[in-house]
């Protein structure tokens, strides 16, 4: 059974920070780019972050810059894909979703991405 299961959302303040992170389970999750994008109310998934399977090449999105940092841990059954958010702003307020697929190139596409968890709220209050 696929699982992709995030945890770790929350309410931070502006300037804060938070840790987001996603257990992937029932496939061979190791060989495949995984990313987090985010949904706002009223708009668009949108990419935030991807990381190549070996973990060796990371994307982000121009609106998260280095204020991000995606990483993974390729353990034997069990993918954990972890956010690190810091200097958090009011616009950061989403949805976030990891995923799973292999998007040869295009990374920032919510299509090219086979598995999806079911979200976690991230809520900054300014």
């Known amino acids: 059974q696929v699982q992709l299961v995030e945890s770790g959302g929350g309410l931070v303040q502006a300037g804060g920070s938070l840790r987001l992170s996603c257990a992937a389970s029932?496939?061979?999750?190791?060989?495949?780019?995984m990313g987090w994008f985010r949904q706002a109310p009223g708009r668009e998934r949108a990419f935030v972050a991807a990381i190549s399977s070996s973990g060796g090449t990371t994307y982000n999105a121009n609106s998260v810059g280095g204020r991000f940092t995606i990483s993974r841990d390729n353990a034997k059954n069990t993918v954990y894909l972890n956010l690190q958010m810091n200097s958090l702003k009011p616009e950061d307020t989403a949805v976030y979703y990891c995923?799973?697929?292999?998007?040869?190139?295009?990374?920032?596409?919510?299509?090219?991405?086979?598995?999806w968890g079911q979200g976690t709220q991230v809520t900054v209050s300014s």
């Open positions: 029932g496939r061979a999750f190791s060989s495949y780019t």
């Open positions: 995923a799973a697929g292999r998007p040869y190139g295009d990374y920032a596409g919510p299509n090219a991405y086979d598995y």
